[in-house]
């Protein structure tokens, strides 16, 4: 029985199409009127299903895909409570630098062994959000229909069958089972991208709400940066420039 591919939901764009919507300047200005826009600005200048009338995909969650190396990523850390300062005087010691840094990344949700997990996940994850399937992702991240052996490997593979009680027929049926089954391979990663991202963004919302931070002076910074530009709130601004004193100077001698 042949097995019946999933058609897109996306019948209006091909994929490469779309992810070259990344680099197009007036996608990026419609996503950022979008992204930037806020409740109290009134009613919305597009709604998301005008935008995929338009362009044929929905706007990303943020702006990391728009732009990579946009320093947002760095105020996001900051505004999360994922970062840390470590005070440096003439007295410190590398010693109790590499300690402290030690101790402060313990207090950071580390990303960095996963990084390009967590790239690939946000890409996927927007891309089946806009309604391609997990096959046509795995198709334009690994950049094959489907990914196929080398033919170093491919002919060790039939080696390793011709040995035994089997016609070539049945021989080049095994090989390209294991193909396909290489094919299923990168269409599991990209379904675990999208779960491990998802879950990572999700934790990101939380801490973006209620910042953990990595140590006291980061974490007043943090939290008088919060109560200065996101929510303002004079007697936190006092609250928190005391708790950053305090973490500095330590609690004034009665």
């Given at each position: 029985m042949e097995r019946r591919k999933r058609k897109s939901l996306n019948p209006r764009k091909n994929i490469s199409d779309v992810v070259a919507l990344l680099k197009d300047p007036d996608?990026?200005?419609d996503c950022k009127t979008i992204l930037t826009a806020r409740p109290t600005?009134?009613?919305?200048?597009?709604?998301?299903?005008?935008?995929?009338?338009k362009w044929g995909a929905f706007p990303p969650r943020n702006f990391a895909l728009l732009r990579p190396n946009d320093p947002r990523k760095e105020a996001d850390a900051i505004l999360a409570g994922?970062?840390?300062?470590?005070?440096?005087?003439?007295?410190?010691?590398?010693?109790e630098i590499?300690?402290?840094?030690?101790?402060?990344?313990?207090?950071?949700?580390k990303r960095h062994r996963d990084a390009r997990g967590i790239e690939l996940g946000r890409l996927a994850d927007w891309l089946s959000t806009s309604g391609f399937s997990?096959?046509?992702?795995?198709?334009?991240?690994?950049?094959?229909?489907?990914?196929?052996?080398?033919?170093?490997?491919?002919?060790?593979?039939?080696?390793?069958?011709?040995?035994?009680?089997?016609?070539?027929?049945?021989?080049?049926?095994r090989v390209s089972n294991t193909i396909r089954g290489r094919s299923h391979s990168h269409?599991?990663?990209?379904?675990?991208?999208?779960?491990?991202?998802?879950?990572?963004?999700?934790?990101?919302?939380?801490?973006?709400?209620a910042p953990?931070?990595?140590?006291?002076?980061?974490?007043?910074?943090?939290?008088?940066?919060?109560?200065?530009y996101i929510r303002p709130d004079a007697k936190d601004v006092v609250r928190w420039l005391e708790a950053l004193r305090s973490s500095l100077l330590g609690r004034p001698t009665p």
């Open positions: 996608f990026y200005k600005d009134g009613p919305y200048p597009m709604t998301p299903e005008e935008f995929f009338a994922q970062w840390g300062l470590i005070p440096v005087y003439p007295w410190t010691t590398e010693g590499r300690k402290a840094s030690v101790k402060t990344r313990r207090g950071i949700e997990t096959a046509e992702i795995a198709k334009e991240i690994f950049g094959r229909k489907r990914p196929s052996v080398s033919f170093r490997e491919e002919q060790r593979v039939f080696r390793s069958l011709k040995g035994r009680d089997l016609s070539y027929t049945e021989i080049e049926a269409e599991k990663q990209v379904g675990m991208a999208i779960k491990r991202f998802r879950a990572f963004d999700a934790k990101g919302k939380m801490l973006r709400e953990a931070g990595a140590e006291p002076i980061s974490h007043a910074v943090t939290m008088l940066l919060r109560h200065t």
